[in-house]
């Protein structure tokens, strides 16, 4: 079976897992030191005003009348609210419901709708860093359309050993050489930069940093976006990012 097609029975077979006891344990390890994590840009998001952006199914960004969802005029849209807002940075939110990125065939109640890491719109070329200590897992670039582009994964542990990984996607094509698997990283290790829509899979620049305690298999081809019918199950799976990116405004 593909990742595709095999998907709902490796998260609901996690589910039943022993392994589903660790979402707590790595949750709570991360919240207890977060004040101890380096800042996955070069600008520190922990002090950074940051606009909060709504792509959510009822988005006013995405669903204006005259509104044109295809890049570039995307990325102007959201260039221009941020000017507005007079700030460097703006966020997508985590377990936001947003529209499916899949066929409208689908059924609707089993769709991608969840998105599962917090997205950061900064200029492209930024520098990407690795806010805590581990082991690249995974790297290489999907060149699906609306895919991640580059993407690195990392492995980490708490301190009592409990393994958990971080994902960062939408990256420069020099990313994957930077972090071949195996690298072990320190916290501010460069992994790469904010990548432009001909490299990144066609968005407007950002970073989507998601964490999860079990990549299920499937390495840097983990879904950013989750099946409705299994929301509570994903929200363990994946705990929400802003544990370790410690954006005030999304706390």
Do not use: K
Not at 73 to 98: F, H, N
Not at 184 to 205: E, Q, S, Y
């Amino acid at each position: 079976m593909s990742p595709r097609s095999d998907e709902r029975l490796l998260v609901d077979a996690w589910m039943q897992s022993p392994g589903r006891d660790a979402a707590l344990r790595v949750a709570e390890w991360l919240d207890a030191n977060s004040s101890t994590f380096s800042s996955v840009l070069e600008i520190d998001l922990r002090h950074e005003r940051c606009l909060v952006l709504d792509f959510g199914r009822g988005s006013a960004l995405l669903n204006a009348p005259d509104a044109d969802n295809r890049e570039p005029a995307l990325t102007a849209r959201i260039r221009r609210s941020m000017a507005d807002a007079g700030v460097r940075v703006a966020v997508g939110r985590y377990d936001e419901l947003r529209p499916s990125y899949e066929s409208s065939r689908d059924d609707p109640s089993d769709q991608r709708g969840v998105h599962l890491g917090i997205d950061v719109f900064v200029e492209p070329g930024m520098m990407v860093h690795a806010p805590i200590a581990g082991i690249v897992h995974d790297s290489g670039t999907s060149r699906s359309a609306l895919g991640f582009g580059p993407t690195v994964v990392l492995r980490h542990q708490t301190g009592y050993g409990t393994p958990f990984f971080t994902l960062y996607g939408h990256l420069d094509r020099e990313a994957p050489s930077l972090c071949p698997p195996g690298r072990v990283v320190a916290p501010g290790t460069r992994l790469g930069r904010i990548g432009t829509p001909d490299v990144n899979g066609g968005w407007t620049p950002h970073l989507h940093f998601q964490l999860t305690v079990d990549l299920l298999g499937l390495g840097r081809r983990f879904p950013g976006m989750g099946r409705l019918t299994q929301r509570d199950a994903w929200r363990e799976l994946c705990p929400n990012p802003n544990l370790v990116l410690g954006i005030p405004v999304l706390s």
